[in-house]
């Protein structure tokens, strides 16, 4: 490194030096999905094309989500990304507004995505599951347990994706006033992953199972501890409830554009989701979180950055471009103000349909319209909340590919080469049909290129061996902190009673690292 890093505040200095082969990298797909009847498709769930194969199913029973996972993992996707929110979106025409969601399904109901995954394991083989869970309102304890429990169930196929969510309903029904403030969040974010990493890696040995039957020993007590964590916003003895998983931890996803939340991804974040409206503009966030991953002792390429993309696809550009002239007819673009009103704290219900957003005296709001017009090239347009909704359009905010398979994976390839992304979270318009059109049309000529595999790397294996390409290595890499602090054996653990042991591992000077830049 060029200097110590004191604290990840910023851009951080460095040189990113990729590996030669870079450019030739097989990339990760996922099918972002969210239980519930419209994640980011607002009003396709009125299109008659919206239906499961089996009959008479709807999103909220078993039978539709194993069919989604089926074929999900017939194209070989890496994973089934479950997103969630544990609040309505109520500040459109509000406040505490919540019909305008009831009205029109936008992300509500929702049903919790952790309780899919054991039935959707077991329908399964290779597919992981991303499953999101709050550091806000779920307990550190317990979250650990339920996760090291479909860890086990799943055969190592589960990852985490990390929020601290940022609905005030949400607030409002876990017994609070208010949100506890943006950057305060991800504090009690920083040392909740403290609290699961103790839990996960070094409560337990990994021959702590015996299973002893002369000696009476089911677990041998000398290797089962306490963690006894007493901090700022936890207070949690310890030990952990549940027997190490296959993957002890499981795969870490995390989403966070504000200084603070990618300071924490680039610190804890194995997957991590970037946004932009061109591969230039995502290749400057890229970047930034490399180095700051790389500052912190970690390899920069180790961090794999998706993307969250819409794709339209057929056999030719022109019945792509058909099909989306078709899903157009059904989007909803009040259910889109509901969302970005809900999601921004921007009331857009009062506005009126002529009013420039541009001009409104709330400074967020008007500054927000003007930097999208200069982003998409139309400040001559005239920003009203409808032509706000358009520009939402098909892909609710995120790019939107339109073609047959050749201009697909051109395009897709432009953001995996120009933007440094590793892969994609593919948004739906149709479920199941927009992933069965991305396999039967893309999926083909991005394996043609050499660009998508023709199988898992591991078959059956967990959903970190897949993701890194290592076989028999379910675990956390030893340059992540959670490995490099609490692993029992090479990292720094705990006594029964709190004391730490002396870090005399590899691992040594890594662990300084991540005291040197400890916020």
Not at 240 to 247: L, M, W, Y
């Amino acid at each position: 490194m060029a200097k110590r890093v004191e604290a990840l505040d910023e851009v951080v200095d460095g040189v990113l030096n990729p590996p030669p082969d870079r450019n030739k990298r097989k990339i990760i797909l996922n099918a972002f999905v969210m239980n519930t009847p419209t994640h980011h498709n607002f009003g396709q769930w009125r299109n008659p094309a919206d239906k499961t194969p089996l009959s008479d199913q709807d999103w909220n029973t078993i039978d539709y989500w194993v069919n989604i996972a089926k074929v999900c993992e017939k194209g070989k996707f890496h994973a089934l990304f479950i997103a969630d929110t544990l609040g309505a979106y109520d500040i459109y025409n509000g406040p505490d507004n919540f019909k305008p969601s009831v009205r029109s399904g936008a992300q509500f109901p929702v049903n919790d995505p952790l309780l899919l995954v054991p039935a959707l394991s077991y329908a399964t083989e290779s597919i992981g599951f991303g499953v999101t869970a709050s550091t806000t309102y779920d307990h550190p304890y317990e979250l650990a347990r339920r996760f090291s429990t479909a860890d086990h169930l799943s055969n190592g196929r589960v990852g985490w994706n990390i929020v601290t969510s940022y609905l005030e309903s949400a607030a409002k029904n876990h017994g609070l006033h208010t949100q506890v403030e943006h950057d305060e969040r991800y504090q009690i974010a920083d040392e909740y992953l403290e609290v699961v990493y103790k839990l996960w890696e070094g409560s337990w040995h990994d021959k702590a199972v015996t299973k002893d039957v002369e000696r009476n020993v089911y677990a041998d007590p000398e290797k089962v501890r306490a963690i006894n964590h007493k901090g700022k916003y936890f207070k949690v003895p310890g030990p952990h409830i549940t027997a190490p998983s296959k993957q002890r931890t499981p795969f870490l996803f995390q989403a966070g554009l504000s200084v603070a939340g990618k300071n924490f991804g680039a610190k804890h974040a194995e997957g991590i989701f970037v946004t932009g409206d061109t591969p230039a503009l995502v290749r400057k966030s890229v970047d930034d979180l490399r180095k700051k991953a790389q500052a912190l002792g970690r390899d920069p390429y180790s961090l794999k950055t998706i993307l969250g993309i819409t794709v339209i696809t057929a056999a030719t550009d022109e019945e792509a471009q058909a099909k989306a002239d078709e899903y157009t007819k059904y989007i909803d673009k009040e259910a889109i103000l509901v969302f970005i009103s809900g999601g921004s704290g921007f009331d857009l219900g009062p506005y009126s349909d002529d009013f420039d957003l541009r001009d409104s005296e709330n400074l967020g709001l008007a500054n927000y319209i003007k930097k999208k017009a200069i982003g998409l090239n139309q400040e001559n347009e005239k920003w009203t909340k409808w032509k706000l909704a358009e520009s939402y359009g098909l892909g609710n905010g995120s790019p939107v590919i339109i073609g047959g398979p050749e201009t697909v994976t051109d395009k897709l390839l432009d953001w995996v080469d120009e933007g440094d992304v590793d892969g994609f979270n593919l948004k739906n318009l149709l479920l199941p049909g927009s992933y069965e059109d991305f396999i039967e049309y893309v999926v083909p000529e991005l394996q043609k290129r050499n660009r998508f595999w023709t199988d898992y790397d591991v078959p059956k294996g967990s959903i970190r061996e897949n993701v890194y390409g290592t076989p028999g290595n379910s675990k956390l890499r030893h340059d992540h902190p959670a490995y490099v602090k609490y692993n029992w054996e090479t990292g720094t653990a705990f006594h029964a009673n709190g004391t730490e042991l002396t870090h005399k591992s590899e691992g040594g000077d890594l662990k300084r690292k991540y005291e040197d830049v400890e916020e």
